[in-house]
């Protein structure tokens, strides 16, 4: 079994429509939680951040985390052509500096139709 | 943050042949890291760049194969030898600050093709 797993999708929605990404892992050691938007052809860029457990909100996102679930989301508001992208989820159980390395997911291709 | 350049941004190579693919950063970072990420797939860590000294590189990678280097807090290179068609794949470079949160900071990748 896989530490982090992802519905690799494709997701396709409508513009406008809500989003919701999830994740699974099975490491009660994970505490930090982020998401990442990976555009065709360019490295991953960070979009949230969380520590632990409840919301984080930020513009038309929002990151959950349910660690008694061993489950997050991402979801995305008012979808844009523009959110269109591959979203990976990745975790760890502390601050790098600590030597915990972070799990990726394999990424959900998301794609919305004007 | 932070902003990383890799090069190439590309690059179509032999059978038996080496090809070394470069990272800057804009700014000094605590760690550098180089991944492999292959179509489909999830991030794989190859190895922690360690600024003068020796990599730290993740099972199944070894320093043969992946020589790395980092001669100070702005730069690495990442060495793939004697490659095959298996070694195709996206090389991805990223960077670190450090500190409580240690999020992570990507280059563009390079996708590079064996024959």
């Known amino acids: 079994q896989k530490e982090v797993e992802q519905d690799p999708g494709p997701l396709s929605v409508p513009e406008g429509a809500i989003v919701s990404l999830n994740c699974t892992y099975s490491n009660s050691a994970f505490q930090y939680f982020m998401w990442y938007r990976q555009y065709s052809r360019k490295g991953p860029e960070l979009l949230m951040y969380?520590?632990?457990?409840g919301n984080k909100e930020d513009g038309r996102f929002t990151a959950q985390v349910d660690k008694s679930s061993k489950y997050i989301s991402l979801f995305i508001r008012d979808s844009q052509p523009s959110d269109s992208a591959t979203y990976l989820c990745a975790m760890s159980a502390g601050a790098y500096s600590s030597a915990s390395k972070i799990i990726f997911g394999s990424g959900t291709r998301l794609s919305i139709r004007p | 943050s932070a902003v990383i350049s890799q090069k190439p941004s590309r690059d179509i190579c032999q059978r038996g042949t080496s090809l070394t693919i470069q990272c800057q950063v804009d700014?000094?970072?605590?760690?550098m890291f180089w991944y492999r990420q292959q179509p489909g797939q999830s991030l794989t860590l190859i190895a922690t760049?360690?600024?003068?000294?020796?990599?730290?590189?993740e099972s199944g990678f070894v320093i043969d194969k992946f020589p790395i280097s980092r001669p100070n807090l702005t730069f690495s290179t990442l060495t793939v030898s004697n490659m095959s068609p298996e070694d195709s794949s996206i090389y991805l470079c990223s960077g670190s600050q450090g500190g409580d949160t240690d999020t992570q900071y990507f280059g563009p990748g390079t996708r590079l093709t064996v024959l």
């Open positions: 760049a360690n600024q003068g000294s020796e990599a730290t590189y």
């Open positions: 700014s000094q970072v605590t760690m």
């Open positions: 969380t520590y632990s457990s």
